[in-house]
């Protein structure tokens, strides 16, 4: 088993009650502070990528906003539970892709996708990497990573106890990245940050933007 089917092989089952027990976990309100960021990032003319994108729960949140959205997952059973939470939108094509190698040419998007993926995956700058790639020469990659920086050590026990109690042990590659480095990794795979924030009260997550860097080899 390949080490992208061994991550996506634990996520898929818990594709059934991810979504309610992700909401557990990090809790409602830095989402909704996260949906707002999001829905300021997207224009109407765009065509949208989103790596690793569960059950659609983010992918909701700008599928309006944006002129077509393909959202994928390796895992089959995040797929499903995605096809059932977007079926109101016509503008969204699901599909089964592994974030290290997709199935798209070359500068094919608008825009980049990435929601809670590069902390829990292996190798994070392999699916940078495989990003700049499907980006357009003006492409823009928009992240969003939950990160224990900035939280109080009883905030950060706490969070660690509600992932415990739904998930179980995590895998071992599961990380905290800080903006510093977030930034320091996007830059590494041929990005420019563009804007960077620390957002929510509780939980906290990490917010960027970045454009591609067509120099970059």
Not at 27 to 56: A, H, I, N, P
Not at 69 to 74: E, Q, S, V
Not at 95 to 104: L, N, P, R, V
Not at 114 to 142: F, Q
Request: charged share 25%.
């Amino acid at each position: 088993m390949s080490g992208s089917e061994a991550e996506h092989e634990y996520w898929g089952k818990l594709a059934r009650t991810f979504h309610y027990d992700a909401l557990y976990v990090v809790g409602s309100d830095v989402y909704q502070e996260v949906e707002g960021w999001l829905q300021k990032q997207f224009r109407d003319t765009d065509t949208v990528l989103e790596l690793g994108c569960g059950t659609g729960f983010f992918s909701e949140m700008i599928a309006d906003r944006v002129k077509h959205l393909t959202a994928t997952d390796l895992a089959p059973e995040m797929i499903e539970q995605a096809k059932n939470n977007l079926s109101q939108f016509s503008n969204v094509e699901l599909k089964i892709e592994d974030g290290y190698a997709t199935s798209f040419e070359d500068d094919g998007f608008d825009a980049l996708l990435l929601v809670n993926l590069l902390h829990i995956v292996e190798r994070p700058i392999a699916v940078l990497k495989e990003s700049h790639r499907v980006l357009s020469s003006d492409g823009r990659i928009v992240i969003v990573d939950v990160t224990g920086h900035g939280m109080s050590l009883l905030k950060k026990m706490k969070l660690v106890i509600r992932y415990l109690r739904k998930f179980g042990k995590p895998p071992s590659n599961n990380r905290s990245f800080s903006q510093d480095e977030l930034a320091a990794m996007i830059n590494e795979a041929g990005f420019t940050v563009e804007e960077i924030e620390l957002i929510g009260n509780d939980t906290k997550a990490v917010c960027l933007t970045g454009k591609k860097d067509v120099s970059y080899t």
